[in-house]
């Protein structure tokens, strides 16, 4: 905080400091302005707009999405705000026919639907919103046997395939978790299946996890979670405009064309459903770490059970309503500081995303109070609250992609938020931007303890990784938290409206929110995240709409305030050092595996250790692979690490205005150059090299994720190419570096 | 298996070969003893005699274990040996009343037995037999809240503290599992409650592991799991006759002064009552490792249900019949290598322990067919048939009580088995007996695969070491096993009849059997651990009865013929130095983990990582304790080392017959060294100092075990103590080795 809040621009603070203050603070402390600022943040405020936001389904399309759209737009007008609702036309299915049935001696149709909860009044309003559904799964009719395939995960696939068996022309039924919910079809399709059921298994979300609604937070018998199945991994947004803005006249694929639609039909279902369909299989009995939480034994089917599945939408286009609102910097108007959460959510959307949203309306209230003030921002400020991001993250991608020239040219930073829930601080952000967060987070009282949200994080490390099961990872990072080390902070992946942003523009990206207390996990994407349930469950009170709004908030005002943009690369050439030996090991870790692998099939150790009247095979022959050459990269971080060093140290030194502007020029594309115009392996929209949705893990991160990929699957070529390709990027960033710490050591 | 055989004795060898093998084997080749031996082997007579003798409940008291006493004595008989019965009059309780209630708004009351299975005869027949008991629980009628403690061992108790909880003055409800079930309602009475109930969660044993019987192996919804609650880590015997047999006119104690009977009332319950009892639990939810497989949220309790539990016992003497069968050496009359096996069940005891006892009858049979041939043993053979394991071991202990100083004398080692199962061989032994199981079960073919049994076990822990959550211990493991090392072979803790020969005596033992592949764990300790159940679940066929004759039956007649006593010491010096290297590094992680906890408690990071709307306390402070002195250990090691190297070496090359026998007198107490006669703190009957169970652990071994729980439990002097005595220990064992060394080496 200490060395941000120095380089506050001090032009404007008088005059607001007088009008929000009454005069308590001095006109030239930028803490004067934080404090008018926290004051300006409200729970009550919250408390209304979130129970008025989530009164009625409000997915894409529906008639509440756009009156809440409107809604914004009136109250960002009304703070003072130059707002406008850019309108997208978007590719967005509605489900016309759903069946899902079991075939066998014990018939049974799946119910697809969410009966009211006593108590929950906002439960029985669902006329309107959309069933269990999966947004961009595909059209079809299947008759087929069912097999039970676990999480659905790569892994999960190896283990059947020990098994004996295969999910070819077979509809697979698939739990949520351990993975994003859209690889589960994919790769279902990919090995072969011509349908896919997800189901929440208790021990996930439901009565496993806590008491199930409306006696406890968590998924009742009959509670489902919606989602899409977009394959985001590829490219979010509209499917039909793949790399441009969905606005009006704008080129049009067609829909047979699209690339990231599933190609079977998938539907998701309750536990209270899935017990039929699980209970019906035969075959062998799931593998231990397969089983739930319900009171069968698992079998992983294959023969028994058969399912009909149907599904059939609407595969017309929707109208999206992004509210854009801008506060125009005082001193450098064309550095722009972006900050946004969605507004759609599955049904009512009451943690996810409207009590994010919630907060974002909270900071522009209080902003624009502080501009009535007369404060005015260094840089400019554009809050943006998105439309249709459940479906594919559809409102920020067209906007990301229809503005892509000018937000590459002018945004500084693009700060996210989406639901938000009680306990404590999680963040994920841009190594350029990881000071930026550690310090802001210093300066917020967490409402549970007093502390600050940046210490009870750090706490929550150190005790987590006492746990005789703590990974040495953990415990390394507890021995960092221990030291006074920073806020630990993760990568980005996707799952959220930051992705377009870093991933496929390059602009440096935070994401944050509180959680891990909070209990809206439970009703994840179903029609029980309701306001009735989030008071009860999520963040009682709205203390945690506060505090996300007040930890935002001044990541905001940090940002556009600043003499220099807050940028700082020590964090950057740390991380990439670690990762460069990660990969390296991972080559290693992956040589020893297949020769260990190799060596026992060929002493048929497999088939000594395996129980013969199982049906277990032996694993396949590991591919060992080359040593890779990795002096480009090591030869790039090291530079990297100097040039970070140096150019920290000079911006940590007093700045003229003049070296401030200059290096603020040089520096607008530096996260730019951690991306490659040719993009990843694949997926050419994702051209981040330092971090990006896994393409087998879907919203988690990966780290040098051309090189890392290609290494596990043992694509050499290829991972010798990006490893070119990324220390490059890495030369790139230095000499930015280079010049600007020139310029300031002048 | 090479040099044992060199070794074995030629005398008789002539006659027995022509007599079984008709002429085929060469009269000098032992392993023509052992082909004829295994010929004699067959799975029929063992599926005969089990059918027979599981058909009827055999606990101890009952008629059918009487008559399975007079049946084995009859075939022992029959087959030449020199068999008798020894009786033995012990404390052993039988219920008189048992009830469980639920007591509140859904009164419920246990039904505390198993009715007959579908397609299960034997199932049907258990008139006579043991309903839910647990054998040396107290007489009791309390009527308490219920708390739920999950597995019920330490850490749980702790995690219980941090919820704000106790269970003073309440009624636990415990599951199987993690821990010896005596330790369960041992540790519940010393925290202070005033009941105990043990339930079979289906998690562990039931529907959640595998379909429930008949359909598969596992435990249906009213299996339950009798047991004992004797205080067995104390001392296993007749309560009244502490370190003395229990014959008629022996000594006895009252009853009011036995040390190793529960306190508190304690039964057994299936999970199909349990679902009741635990679905009427209010309080926190439970932790996450706390939870089951019932279709529940599992709640900590403390408040709302109460349960009125009432035990009332027979507390008379009951008869315990041991069948003792001797087959006199030729050469060595007085050096005996004893075989046991115990014959009573909780009820019909098919898989425990009648497939074991099967298994011995049938080497008995076949070594009766040897000396019926001509062959005599050079050492004298003692086959037992033990009763009463099932309640504390009464039947070996008694036994080795009565005959103590000439077991000293003269037991050169102690074999033993229990209930058998199909899959993978899996011993644990004396450290000088290693050697000798390892190249017995190189030379016996497992009926699956082909392989020898030994290759099979080396296989799976290669293949296991491969999964990602591998153990550093068991990937060091598969490391040896990949370069070619012995077969593994654990520590002996307690759970079988060989603890009072090698614990109590200092008589080296083994432990073996097969499984992993059988599923009789399902039901054991139930009713329906039946002759049906086996042949379907747990050896089909027999093949493994078959086997495990062949490998125990090996281990006695290669101990038996051995020229000298197959012992080897290498094992032991190495073990006792990676053990001594463990308690050190324990003393060190202890002190870490204090420091790390005593750290964060300073700074409050358990409030600031704690939920405050959840009961959840810190900690409490650990005592880091000082610096231990290993020196004495340490020169003990490596005296140890220099002379286990020095006589293994010697007694490798050839050996002359007056040398063998001096020796052999030598090293005939050499386990004995090992022990100390004032026993372990606290359990004097204990004198083992390098194995023992754990006080904690009650059927798995602790290792140094004066020393490591010294440690563990923060008994600082104790620990120096026990230090200076194992060293002692040692230092008499290298005395040993060095004397023997040197005749060798004349």
Not at 25 to 51: H, R, Y
Not at 57 to 69: E, I, L, M, R, T
Not at 144 to 170: C, E, F, H, S, T
Not at 677 to 699: K, N
Request: proline share 7%; hydrophobic share 40%; aromatic share 8%.
């Amino acid at each position: 905080m200490k060395k941000l809040g120095m380089l506050m621009a001090g032009a404007c603070v008088f005059v607001l400091a007088q009008a929000a203050l009454a005069g308590e603070a001095s006109p030239s402390d930028p803490k004067a302005i934080e404090a008018a600022f926290d004051a300006g943040v409200s729970s009550q405020d919250q408390l209304d707009w979130l129970k008025q936001m989530a009164s009625a389904p409000n997915q894409v399309g529906s008639p509440h999405d756009k009156a809440n759209a409107e809604f914004t737009l009136a109250q960002f007008t009304a703070w003072g705000w130059d707002a406008r609702i850019e309108t997208f036309s978007v590719l967005y299915p509605t489900p016309l026919e759903e069946r899902l049935e079991l075939v066998g001696p014990a018939p049974f149709t799946a119910n697809l639907t969410e009966p009211p909860i006593a108590g929950d009044a906002t439960s029985a309003r669902q006329a309107g919103g959309l069933p269990a559904y999966l947004a961009f799964g595909g059209d079809g009719d299947v008759t087929a046997p069912l097999i039970y395939v676990n999480y659905g995960m790569p892994a999960d696939y190896a283990a059947l395939q020990r098994l004996g068996l295969d999910v070819k022309g077979k509809i697979v039924i698939v739990r949520y978790g351990a993975g994003w919910r859209g690889l589960k079809p994919k790769l279902a399709f990919e090995q072969g299946a011509v349908g896919c059921i997800l189901y929440s298994d208790p021990a996930d979300d439901g009565y496993g996890a806590g008491d199930a609604y409306p006696k406890g937070a968590f998924r009742p018998e009959r509670g489902l979670q919606r989602g899409s199945v977009m394959d985001m991994p590829v490219a979010p947004g509209d499917p039909l405009t793949p790399g441009v803005g969905a606005v009006e006249g704008a080129p049009r694929i067609p829909l047979s064309q699209a690339k990231t639609i599933l190609r079977i039909p998938a539907v998701p279902i309750s536990h209270g459903d899935a017990r039929h369909f699980l209970a019906g299989l035969a075959g062998p009995v799931a593998p231990k770490a397969w089983r739930g939480a319900l009171p069968i034994t698992y079998h992983v089917g294959g023969k028994g059970a058969s399912a009909h599945l149907v599904v059939r939408s609407d595969w017309s286009q929707k109208p999206l309503y992004d509210v854009i609102a801008v506060m125009k910097g005082a001193r450098a108007p064309d550095q722009w500081v972006v900050r946004g959460n969605h507004r759609d959510g599955w049904v009512f959307g009451a943690e996810d995303p409207l009590s994010g949203q919630t907060a974002l309306m909270e900071e522009a209230k209080a902003l624009g109070a502080l501009a009535k003030g007369g404060w005015r921002p260094a840089r400019t400020i554009v809050y943006a609250s998105w439309d249709g991001e459940e479906a594919g993250l559809l409102g920020s991608t067209e906007w990301a992609e229809a503005h892509a020239p000018e937000l590459q040219a002018k945004a500084v930073a693009y700060i996210n938020t989406d639901g938000n829930n009680r306990g404590f601080l999680d963040a994920q952000a841009s190594y350029s931007l990881r000071r930026l967060v550690d310090e802001a987070a210093a300066d917020v009282t967490d409402p549970e303890t007093g502390a600050s949200v940046r210490a009870r994080a750090l706490a929550q490390i150190q005790v987590e990784a006492l746990a005789p099961d703590a990974s040495p990872e953990l415990k390394a990072r507890a021995k960092i938290a221990a030291d006074g080390g920073a806020l630990p902070t993760g990568d980005l992946g996707s799952g959220s409206d930051y992705s377009p942003f870093v991933q496929h523009l390059g602009i440096a990206a935070i994401n944050l929110g509180f959680g891990d207390e909070g209990q809206s996990g439970g009703v994840y994407h179903s029609a029980y995240d309701t306001f009735e349930h989030y008071d009860r469950f999520g963040d009682p009170g709205f203390a945690y709409g506060v505090a996300l709004a007040r930890t935002s908030g001044r990541l905001v005002l940090r940002a556009a305030d600043a003499d220099l943009s807050p940028l700082q690369f020590g964090n950057l050439a740390a991380a990439v050092t670690a990762q460069v030996e990660e990969v390296r090991k991972l080559v290693t870790t992956q040589r020893e595996h297949a020769a260990a692998v190799n060596r026992l099939l060929d002493r048929k150790a497999f088939a000594l250790a395996a129980d013969p009247t199982l049906p277990s095979g032996p694993p396949d022959r590991e591919d060992a692979g080359p040593t890779l050459d990795f002096t480009l990269l090591d030869a790039a971080v090291l530079r990297l690490k100097k040039s970070a060093r140096a150019y920290d140290a000079a911006a940590a030194g007093p700045i003229r205005p003049a070296s401030a502007e200059r290096v603020d020029a040089i520096l607008q594309g530096v996260e730019q150059s951690l991306t490659d115009p040719r993009g990843l392996p694949g997926r050419p929209w994702y051209r981040h090299l330092i971090s990006a949705p896994g393409l087998l893990t879907g919203y988690g991160a990966k780290t040098l994720p051309g090189v890392r990929e290609a290494i596990e699957g043992r694509r050499w070529a290829e991972a010798a190419d990006y490893i070119g390709r990324t220390a490059a990027a890495l030369d790139a960033v230095s000499a930015k570096l280079d010049e600007a710490a020139a310029i300031l050591k002048r």
